[in-house]
């Protein structure tokens, strides 16, 4: 991971936490997905941080991840199983490219 995106990610992390280990993990096809294993004061526990890389993707980021974290949010209202929001950088002001 870069030392941008590490430093952008532990910003977005609960005070006392930080990112322990990163592993790389297979089968995204719009983009490069990473377990982050976050360690703290609270105990541990694991993010998943998606990374649009591929050219047609990035161009559509900011509407896709915009778009996506509203839904995450939305369902994190409705008691459904579905994963949490931690953080969004649609428009890679932050990193090298967009994540979430």
Known sequence: M????????E???????????VTRL?????????????GGPQGRRSLVLRSFVKPFFVRHAEGLLTREADVLS???????????????????????HPRC
């Open 26 to 38: 297979r089968g995204g096809w719009t983009s490069e997905i990473r377990r982050l294993d976050v």
């Open 74 to 96: 939305l369902l994190a209202e409705t008691g459904l199983p579905a994963a949490t929001l931690v953080a969004v950088d649609a428009s890679a002001r932050h990193c090298a």
């Open 11 to 21: 910003k977005q992390l609960s005070p006392g936490e930080r990112v322990e280990a």
């Open 2 to 9: 870069l030392t941008e995106t590490r430093v952008w990610v």
